[in-house]
């Protein structure tokens, strides 16, 4: 037996399991078998039919080329299953041993139709959204670094105490004061130097040094000492 009235659901199922493992009609690339019974359907079968559907817009991408394609039109119920050509490899020149029926499953059957098989594009989009919904589950990684900064004084005379109080009044998100200690710079001068963390994306060293230096009674200057990415 071969195809019978594929207009019918019936007919339309049984091409879907015809080629559940077949990419087409006869062999291994599309030909006259593909097109007579491409022309004997009375247009795209249904999502559900996802084989069928799979075959047809692929056959489709050839209907320009149609009059050109490789084999010989024979009525459609000579093509189908049980007994027909179909398994047999119309073009290729096998014996059509059933060890070669292996080839067609590395064939890509969604991968490069000019209209996507309505199924696997939905199934397509369930991955992504999967993927983006883990993806946006990931803690992400902040960039931190440890600063260490040299506050200088105008003179000997500037309360150090003083200087240490108002660097740590500067708050914002993303800085963290830690330890700090006076150096000696010379002639009775000592210099703050003090360690601060940072989230890089927060805090620059410009934003530190224009609000350290905003103290100009008490501060001449600041340098950084040190500057590591943790």
Request: hydrophobic fraction near 40%; include cysteine; glycine fraction near 8%.
């Amino acid at each position: 037996m071969g195809f019978s009235d594929l207009k019918s659901q019936a007919g339309l199922k049984a091409l879907n399991d015809f080629l559940a493992d077949r990419s087409y009609i006869e062999g291994y690339t599309v030909s006259q078998a593909d097109v007579v019974v491409y022309k004997a359907l009375s247009g795209a079968p249904s999502a559900d039919l996802f084989h069928a559907l799979r075959w047809y817009n692929h056959v489709k991408s050839y209907a320009s080329q149609f009059d050109s394609l490789p084999g010989v039109k024979k009525p459609v119920a000579e093509y189908g299953p049980a007994g027909t050509p179909a398994a047999a490899s119309a073009g290729g020149g096998d014996d059509g041993d059933d060890d070669d029926s292996d080839d067609d499953d590395d064939i890509d059957l969604f991968g490069s139709d000019e209209e996507a098989d309505a199924a696997a594009e939905k199934l397509k989009e369930e991955r992504l959204r999967e993927y983006q919904e883990k993806k946006s589950k990931k803690k992400a990684v902040i960039a931190k670094s440890m600063i260490i900064l040299d506050v200088k004084p105008w003179d000997d005379e500037t309360d150090m105490a003083e200087v240490e109080k108002k660097v740590r009044e500067i708050e914002t998100d993303g800085l963290v004061w830690g330890a700090s200690k006076l150096v000696p710079v010379g002639y009775g001068i000592k210099k703050l130097q003090i360690a601060c963390v940072i989230e890089d994306d927060k805090v620059g060293t410009e934003f530190l040094e224009d609000e350290i230096t905003a103290n100009e009674d008490m501060v001449q200057s600041v340098d950084v000492a040190a500057f590591n990415k943790l």
